[in-house]
């Protein structure tokens, strides 16, 4: 038995369309980039998100990949998701309803 995965994404008015997981986070996506864009010259300083997010991969990448690795624990999140579903505590569910798209 296969479970789809449907995901919504909804503008600032509340309304809402269905789009597949994979454009919902491409849409997440381009929006911390714009957001980071829009920020000017701090968008992409040492505290902006990108920058954040770039430095922490290649951390992961340099010293390993151990228990407490981010990539470890991201690996870990998805294999269990696949495993045993979403739940509504699940961190991408939570991250998806914080940005109006529902699963």
Not at 77 to 102: W, Y
Request: aromatic fraction near 2%; proline fraction near 5%; include cysteine.
């Amino acid at each position: 038995m296969s479970a789809e995965v449907l995901a919504e994404i909804c503008n600032e008015s509340g309304v809402c369309a269905p789009v597949d997981p994979v454009t919902a986070l491409i849409i997440i996506g381009v929006k911390q980039l714009v957001n980071e864009l829009n920020k000017g010259a701090d968008g992409f300083g040492p505290n902006g998100a990108i920058i954040k997010a770039v430095n922490t991969v290649a951390n992961d990448l340099q010293n390993g990949l151990g228990p407490n690795n981010d990539l470890v624990r991201a690996w870990e999140t998805i294999r269990n998701d696949l495993t045993h579903g979403m739940g509504p505590n699940n961190d991408i569910v939570k991250a998806l309803n914080a940005l109006s798209i529902r699963l």
